[in-house]
């Protein structure tokens, strides 16, 4: 029997509470099916016996408190919602338990967001996380010391793992499964909960933004010049005549203040760009190509795919509404 701990902190988000739950247990009723022992035990567990979520709209009635837990397998940390910061500092409680239980063999596993308070610990410092790709910014600036990894779905270190974004925390549940019960009762699972089983990136998913949350001046101008002029070619070289700049002066404090170097930042506008037209738009792949600056068919593909993981077909059939069928 495998002691699963599910946390009920003050900003979980009660979906990511649930989710595991349902997942262990429809494990252990197929187990169960096949004349076998169920593998999971799952408890809920707070500070308190009720916690009170989403600004009191929800209350979970937790199985037991942390103080009285003296072992546990696995202990999953949900999604925080809210404030970011806050959320943390009012997670601060469990943060010792969560070591000492990690020392004494727990593995630990956290679900979106919930990387936040997982990084907390120090148990990520030198490990590969990934956590939801809108909050990469805020959390490379707040654990410089974890290395994040945001097109990962799923990471697996030192009996450490972390998910992607929202829903994909369902694959980490999977994986999981998988890992503990064996691929058969992780397939019943995907398929009852309609969960793709193999989706190992969130490349897909991620919408380039763009840092500007930093206070140099001349690298905004060389951003917006970027996000202004996307269907033109655009060099390094242009951008360090027009600010007046040395290659090396602009290449180091371009990337300092937005953690992309300057040509990452050109390709990854580009195809932003590129990606709401196939997303909006009946033009053919050449016709978004030209459109967004580039000239060569098969850079434009290698570059769309890099940053995306999929193929500019691949990613047009998948999100266009002309391919919805109503």
């Known amino acids: 029997m495998k002691d699963i701990t599910i946390l009920a ?5 009660m979906a990511s509470i649930d989710n595991p739950r349902r997942g262990f ?44 837990i003296k072992k546990t ?30 020392h004494k063999g727990a593995e630990i596993a956290s679900l979106c ?20 790709w809108r909050a990469a910014h805020d959390f490379r600036k707040m654990f410089p010391d974890v290395e994040l990894i945001t097109e990962k779905v799923i990471t697996d270190e030192n009996s450490l793992y972390t998910s992607g974004g929202a829903f994909s925390s369902a694959n980490l549940i999977l994986y999981l499964i998988e890992k ?13 909960f309609q969960v793709d089983l193999e989706r190992q990136t969130q490349s897909p998913f991620i919408i380039f933004q763009g840092q500007k949350d930093h206070n140099d001046e001349q690298v905004k101008q060389a951003q917006e010049f970027i996000e202004n002029n996307y269907q033109e070619k655009i060099s390094v070289d242009q951008l360090t005549t027009k600010l007046a700049l040395s290659r090396r002066n602009l290449e180091r404090r371009f990337k300092k203040a937005t953690t992309n170097t300057v040509v ?12 709401k037209f196939f ?3 009946a033009k053919n792949i050449n016709e978004v190509m030209y459109d967004v600056g580039y000239s060569d068919n ?11 993981g999929l193929s500019p077909v691949e990613y047009k059939s998948k999100y266009n509404k002309a391919s919805y069928a109503y």
């Open 264 to 275: 990452e930042y050109i390709q990854r506008v580009k195809i932003e760009a590129a990606k």
């Open 298 to 308: 098969k850079a434009f593909r290698n570059v769309f795919r890099k940053i995306t």
């Open 25 to 68: 247990l429809a494990a252990n009723e197929f187990l169960k099916q096949k004349g076998q022992q169920p593998l999971f035990k799952i408890q809920i567990a707070g500070l308190e016996k009720e916690v009170k979520l989403s600004n009191g709209l929800f209350s979970i009635h937790t199985d037991t408190t942390i103080d009285k």
């Open 113 to 132: 967001v919930g990387a936040f308070v997982l990084a907390s610990t120090g148990l990520l410092n030198g490990k590969n996380c990934s956590t939801h």
């Open 9 to 13: 902190m003050p900003d979980s988000n």
């Open 73 to 102: 397998d696995l202990i999953i940390i949900p999604a925080i919602e809210g404030d970011i910061h806050g959320a943390v500092s009012r997670s601060k409680e469990f943060i010792p338990w969560i070591i000492k239980h990690y």
């Open 279 to 281: 997303e909006s738009s």
């Open 180 to 192: 503990f019960a064996g691929r058969e009762p992780a397939i019943l699972c995907a398929k009852i």
